[in-house]
């Protein structure tokens, strides 16, 4: 079983559409939950975190960690083509002192205006 | 903002060939990595280096080697270049714990 799993899609949707993105993971060790947003042909960028369970805003992104399920979440509210990315979620942990980033292998969304 | 500069965006290299990829950071971040990213399998770790001359093997460090002489520069070494080594080459650097910045990457092709 992989430590991250992700639908790599592509997800198409239209303009204005609340989108969901979702990553299930296997280790409960695991704290700290990142989202990464790549465009075609440049490196990732971090887009968001949240520590532990709960929900966490930033304008029209909400992350969302579910630990008992082992579930993460990203929701895009009114998405636009400039949304149009592959988006890596990115759970961390640690492995005998060292901070180990595992990342899934990233969902390709399409927003079509 | 932390900018990870790859020196090479775009590489075509032949089979035996050895390979550099240079990286550079300009704000002093500790850590450093290399990853490879591929259709369906996503970024994987091949090493890291945490201080100086420092290194640590990742996930997949088989067939390369890397170089942290500064602080500020971590290189990837492909002593003898494979097809199987055809990939998006990813640097990135961080604080100790913080988030990873990542540069523009690296596209190889190894004919």
């Known amino acids: 079983q992989k430590e991250v799993e992700q639908d790599p899609g592509p997800l198409s949707v239209p303009e204005g559409a609340i989108v969901s993105l979702n990553c299930t993971y296997s280790n409960s060790a695991f704290q700290y939950f990142m989202w990464y947003r790549q465009y075609s042909r440049k490196g990732p960028e971090l887009l968001m975190y949240?520590?532990?369970?709960g929900n966490k805003e930033d304008g029209r992104f909400t992350a969302q960690v579910d630990k008992s399920s082992k579930y993460i979440s990203l929701f895009i509210r009114d998405s636009q083509p400039s949304d149009s990315a592959t988006y890596l979620c990115?759970?961390?942990?640690?492995?005998?002192?060292?901070?180990?980033?595992?990342f899934g292998t990233g969902t390709r969304l399409k927003v079509l205006a | 903002d932390v900018k990870v500069t790859q020196s090479s965006r775009y590489l075509v290299k032949r089979t035996g060939e050895k390979v550099f990829l240079e990286c550079v950071q300009d704000?002093?971040?500790?850590?450093m990595f290399w990853y490879r990213q591929d259709p369906g399998l996503g970024l994987r770790l091949i090493y890291f280096?945490?201080?100086?001359?420092?290194?640590e093997k990742g996930d997949i460090p088989e067939g390369y080697s890397v170089s942290r002489e500064k602080k500020e520069r971590f290189s990837l070494i492909l002593e003898s270049a494979s097809t199987n080594q055809t990939s998006m080459y990813l640097c990135?650097?961080?604080?100790?714990?913080?988030?990873?910045?990542f540069g523009e990457g690296s596209r190889l092709t190894v004919l």
């Open positions: 990115a759970p961390r942990g640690t492995t005998s002192g060292t901070y180990k980033y595992i």
């Open positions: 990135a650097a961080s604080k100790l714990g913080g988030e990873l910045f």
């Open positions: 280096s945490y201080d100086v001359k420092m290194k």
């Open positions: 949240t520590y532990s369970s």
């Open positions: 704000m002093d971040h500790e850590n």
